[in-house]
């Protein structure tokens, strides 16, 4: 009897580590899909001080994703919602994990000084800022990485809104770039078609009055989809605004108030849409919401726009 | 309060005299095969249940309960370590049975149970 019980629980235990087996390989195996979920909201609060002013919060949002997935991790997904999965992109093939978290970083810092430069100019107040050059936020290239600041190519100075087609015909680059504070001079060969950087227009805020600092706090958190929210927040507190609405919104913004459109937008409106008042979107995504009826969406072309939206809501 | 602090301190010397004659006797190669299949031993139980919750994480809200079921589970892992520890280092070195090796490998289990609680309650702390 003993030896037939002992029998039944081999056979019981090697079908079950077929079982555990295949979950492993679920859990671990990579697909070609990515996905973009609801994640929460930040108070801008959190996200800067601004000194001797009180912060008029509004709610920035992200959201999470997660590329690429598993097996498993896209069963799942699908079985919750099937809208929320997508081919990985090249910009996700390209760089992985650690290398987006970086690129986040940088672009949340820059987003951010972008913000407050024009908030402080728009209500009027001191800011003293200086142009850098163009930040890499590619890993597409193993001469230029992340985070290098590139200030000339062959000796012609990277100015603001310079037209960067006159460099395309030309196969050999003498680079002049920042990379971790220290200029680096190198001879870079375009031989790879493949190679494509991703350049971003890069600022520094050297003083301001009243002084502005963006919290380390929220390392977690990266992008530049949170400008617009971050620009409107400041200048509602320098110019002590009081409103009673919460105002919540996503929206890529430039220097000249141009608000770009974001990636993961419908995941964001459901993230915060239940606790806000407005919800404040690029208004060229605004066909993306044909199907939902709400009148909390406000489309923003422009920082102008959002600033009379603000005004006329006192 | 006096007697209790003394018994804590006079099992904790036990443990370190314990502890030195063994280490004194026990050979490297059976230190590393008992490592090596215990840990094996332990990772077998524990990391497809991880790897699941790891895939799970993708879920924001469910985030709290799938660090705290995390945490558990690294928490069982430990014990089952020092588990199998124990029976491998009285199967690869018999002689070494002549000390009390379920006191000793006992409390190596609890100070680092211990180390892992207040490391756990750190994560927590953040997390939370």
Redesign the interface.
Known sequence: MKKKNNEILKKTLTILSFAYFYLFIVSVYPTDYSTTLPGDTKATEEIFKIENYNVFSMDTIFVITYSPLTYLQKSIIEFISNDNISKTNDFDKENNNIERYQIGQIQKQNSFNKSAILAYKKANKFIDYSFHGYVNLSNSSNDIKVGDIIRTINDIELVEGIDFQQFQSINIYKIELIRKNKMVTLEYQNQNPDIKLYLDSYYEINSSIPAISLSNELDFIGGPSGGLITALSIYASLKQLVLKYKISGTGVISLNGEVKPVGGLIQKYYTAYSNSDFFMIPSSQLEIFNSVENSKIIPISNFDEAINFLENLK | MKKRFKEILSRFMRFINLQKKLNKEMKISTLFKVTFLSFSISLLFT??PL??I???L???NLRDLLVLLMLILIFIGIQIYFHYYRIFLSRYQIDLTKYNLKFIIGYEKKIVSLIFIFFAIIVLAVFI
């Open positions: 990391l497809t790897l699941l790891t895939n799970l993708i879920l924001y």
